[in-house]
């Protein structure tokens, strides 16, 4: 089992590996770490140090905003009026945005959608605004909800993930994966392959391109020329719940490289997860994941 699993070129270091008979195709660059529902740990690799997550802050965002504002399966939840802000910022260039226009009504449900889905910066800040009052208040609310969760290495400075100075590890982000994946609607919004903008006829796809492979169900991309490619993903295999982070993938480059070369490496290691959890039977840990 171990030969079918880990051919993949060079392998960092993996700390924490908790069960035994189980090798996963590691990034060999950045850092990376995955957990199975009622497993455990199956190993954290790289240098845990803090680095740019780009788009994977918004995860933190659908996170304090349902834990503010939970919403039901089936309902759509308060309306939430576009400001001139983020309408003016729909064609920022060289940001990740959707279309929105100033007045309009938009249900919490759907601008998660468009936050998560196809990735709006603009959704993003616009739900932190409408919450707090400023992205600043909200990103009180952010780091609060980090250090709840015993995040000690991640610092959040704003909503969408724009600033390289929203720092995190691939182990305090699994925490968070942990987290959310608890929420219903958070999980079906993940769940999407795309949305759309009330109104407009266009679909906007998600930028997880892994969904529907290996039994992968989210959760979100991120990218940028300092981040590089980011992945938390999840899967279900054989009725387990499968968590993981991937962390700094051709970083420096540019964003299309960075988030290429995140997915090839979360799509090696979902299906190498789903292969080890088809054919063996797990080992449960003493410190398994939560059910979700």
Same mark, same amino acid.
């Given at each position: 089992?171990?030969?079918?699993?880990?051919?993949? +070129? @060079?392998?960092?270091?993996v700390s +924490?590996?908790?069960?035994?008979?189980?090798?996963?195709?590691?990034?060999? %660059?950045?850092?990376?770490?995955?957990?199975? !529902?009622?497993?455990?740990?199956?190993?954290?690799?790289?240098?845990?140090?803090?680095?740019?997550?780009?788009?994977?802050?918004?995860?933190?965002t659908?996170?304090?905003?349902?834990r503010? /504002?939970?919403?039901?399966?089936?309902?759509?939840?308060?309306?939430?009026t576009?400001?001139g802000?983020?309408?003016? %910022?729909?064609y920022?260039?060289?940001?990740s945005?959707?279309?929105?226009?100033?007045?309009?009504?938009?249900?919490?449900?759907?601008?998660? !959608?468009?936050?998560?889905?196809?990735?709006?910066?603009?959704?993003?800040r616009?739900?932190?605004r #409408?919450d707090?009052? &400023?992205?600043?208040?909200?990103?009180?609310?952010?780091?609060?909800?980090?250090d709840?969760?015993?995040?000690? /290495?991640?610092?959040? @400075?704003?909503?969408?993930?724009?600033?390289?100075?929203?720092? &995190?590890?691939?182990?305090?982000?699994?925490?968070l994966?942990?987290?959310?994946?608890?929420?219903?609607?958070?999980? !079906?919004?993940?769940a999407?392959?795309?949305?759309?903008?009330?109104?407009?006829?266009?679909?906007?796809?998600? @930028?997880n391109?892994?969904?529907?492979? /290996?039994?992968?169900?989210?959760?979100?991309?991120g990218?940028?020329?300092?981040?590089?490619g980011?992945?938390? #993903?999840a899967s279900?295999?054989?009725?387990?719940?499968?968590?993981?982070?991937?962390?700094?993938?051709?970083?420096?480059t540019?964003?299309t490289?960075?988030?290429?070369?995140?997915?090839?490496?979360? +799509?090696k290691?979902?299906?190498?997860?789903?292969?080890?959890?088809?054919s063996?039977?797990?080992?449960p840990?003493?410190?398994?994941?939560?059910?979700?």
């Amino acid at each position: 089992m171990v030969s079918a699993l880990s051919g993949c +070129g @060079t392998v960092p270091s993996v700390s +924490g590996a908790a069960v035994p008979g189980v090798s996963l195709p590691w990034p060999a %660059e950045g850092q990376a770490a995955v957990e199975v !529902e009622g497993v455990g740990s199956l190993g954290v690799s790289g240098e845990a140090n803090p680095v740019p997550i780009a788009s994977v802050t918004k995860v933190m965002t659908a996170y304090v905003i349902l834990r503010r /504002h939970p919403i039901r399966p089936g309902e759509d939840g308060p309306l939430i009026t576009v400001d001139g802000t983020a309408a003016d %910022e729909s064609y920022v260039p060289q940001e990740s945005t959707v279309p929105l226009r100033e007045g309009r009504r938009i249900p919490l449900r759907r601008m998660l !959608e468009l936050m998560l889905v196809p990735s709006g910066n603009n959704a993003a800040r616009l739900l932190a605004r #409408w919450d707090a009052g &400023s992205q600043e208040r909200f990103v009180e609310r952010m780091n609060a909800a980090a250090d709840g969760l015993g995040m000690a /290495h991640t610092r959040y @400075t704003g909503a969408s993930g724009s600033e390289d100075s929203t720092v &995190s590890t691939a182990a305090d982000q699994l925490k968070l994966a942990e987290e959310a994946m608890r929420d219903p609607v958070f999980r !079906e919004v993940v769940a999407q392959a795309d949305t759309a903008v009330p109104g407009d006829a266009g679909r906007l796809p998600n @930028t997880n391109t892994l969904l529907n492979r /290996h039994g992968v169900v989210g959760i979100k991309t991120g990218s940028g020329t300092a981040a590089g490619g980011n992945l938390m #993903w999840a899967s279900r295999v054989q009725g387990r719940l499968v968590l993981g982070v991937i962390l700094g993938q051709a970083a420096g480059t540019n964003p299309t490289a960075g988030l290429a070369a995140a997915l090839e490496a979360g +799509g090696k290691m979902s299906a190498a997860v789903e292969q080890w959890l088809g054919s063996a039977t797990p080992v449960p840990t003493e410190a398994g994941a939560p059910e979700a």
